[in-house]
């Protein structure tokens, strides 16, 4: 594995370490580019806490820390700076006016771990045989690949659909589409093989060999311990080799500016 752009910091309040030590391990594993993608802070109504995420007020300290450590690194690896980023139509808009303060940051990648707006909603790894469900979910995912902010889709099949596989290949396959359409990765994510998760879903990753979608290795490291991950990356290329997946090794990143 030559690069991951989907790792976390002790910000999001699960998980561990430092950003150093995450660097000094993708050195050790023969990396050439480490991103940082924590989840991004909100701009919610008052008294709301996801609970899940940065506060916006370490914002500032956050994107300091990954642009000091990049000059400090420069010779050694390729860091960049992101966010994992849902699409919330009501707060989505707040969120890229407070990230267009700061130029340093390099990329989005899209996570959308819960559906609407979060806050009184289910998350997209509730089990369901809900079509209405699986259908938002794949409008929600639609509509933000159709703001190109964002440089690919993390966990795309998170969603826990348990109904007819026929309504899942229909409306997960428009999501592949689109992600082809405009040209944005889709992630095999290792924290899901590493735990033995609902996703990666075999039919997800099918449909994506079907469409010739662009497909990308994630860590999602939440500790120094899952930034090299070498049963996961096993199966992964396992996955592109039965599924016939166009995998590539680095992102075309898109600015959030």
Request: aromatic share 12%; charged share 30%.
């Amino acid at each position: 594995m030559l690069a991951n752009y989907h790792a976390h910091t002790w910000r999001c309040r699960h998980a561990f370490g430092t950003e150093r030590e995450y660097i000094e391990e993708a050195i050790k594993g023969g990396f050439k580019v480490f991103g940082f993608s924590d989840h991004i802070p909100q701009v919610w109504p008052e008294g709301y806490d996801s609970g899940m995420r940065m506060l916006l007020h370490q914002l500032p300290e956050y994107v300091k820390t990954i642009t000091d450590l990049k000059k400090e690194y420069e010779k050694d690896i390729e860091i960049f700076l992101g966010f994992e980023a849902e699409y919330y139509p009501d707060y989505f808009d707040k969120i890229i006016e407070e990230l267009k303060k700061y130029p340093e940051i390099d990329y989005l990648i899209l996570g959308q771990h819960f559906l609407y707006n979060e806050m009184n909603a289910p998350a997209s790894g509730t089990p369901t045989s809900d079509v209405k469900i699986l259908t938002d979910y794949c409008d929600q995912v639609i509509e933000a690949l159709e703001t190109e902010k964002f440089s690919c889709v993390a966990h795309p099949d998170i969603i826990n659909f348990k109904g007819d596989p026929s309504d899942y290949y229909d409306q997960m396959k428009r999501i592949c589409l689109k992600a082809k359409e405009k040209d944005v990765p889709l992630e095999i994510n290792f924290l899901g093989l590493l735990d033995n998760r609902i996703y990666p879903n075999p039919l997800f990753w099918r449909i994506a060999g079907e469409v010739g979608n662009e497909v990308i290795f994630g860590a999602d490291c939440h500790s120094k311990d899952m930034v090299i991950n070498k049963r996961s990356e096993e199966l992964a290329s396992l996955m592109v080799s039965k599924y016939n997946l166009n995998h590539i090794d680095y992102l075309k990143l898109k600015k959030v500016n």
